[in-house]
Nanobody
Framework: QVQLVESGGGSVQAGGSLRLSCGAS????????DYWVRQAPGKRLEWVSR????????TYADSVKGRFTISRDRAKNTLYLQMNSLKPEDTAMYYC??????????????????RGQGTEVTVSS
């Protein structure tokens, strides 16, 4: 049975840092394209970052480039998102997810093969 368990969300002041973790069982992150996506209150789901399922390269949304870092630990089968210099506009529910093939276009949670339950991040000014 596939399970993704997210942790690390919380409340932080602007300029602070958080690290999100997503532990997986039932499948191997490194065999898939891996993503972090987020949904702010009243807004649509948006891409945050991904790890290329073929070569392991990383991609970031312009809004988080230079502040967020995606990574994965093969031994722990865990996906991470290190978030630094957080801004109030980073406030959202964050989801980890994986897909067999590269997904483009507008993200939808049901497009992924696997996804976490979400962890909430609140950044106050």
């Amino acid at each position: 049975q596939v399970q993704l368990v997210e942790s690390g969300g919380g409340s932080v002041q602007a300029g602070g840092s958080l690290r999100l973790s997503c532990g997986a069982s039932g499948f191997t992150f490194s065999n898939y394209w891996d993503y972090w996506v987020r949904q702010a209150p009243g807004k649509r789901l948006e891409w945050v970052s991904r790890i290329n399922g073929v070569d392991g390269s990383t991609t970031y949304a312009d809004s988080v480039k230079g502040r967020f870092t995606i990574s994965r630990d093969r031994a722990k089968n865990t996906l991470y998102l290190q978030m630094n210099s957080l801004k109030p506009e980073d406030t959202a529910m964050y989801y980890c997810a994986a897909s067999e093939y590269l997904l483009t276009g507008l993200p939808r949670l049901d497009r992924f093969n696997f996804r976490g339950q979400g962890t909430e991040v609140t950044v106050s000014s």
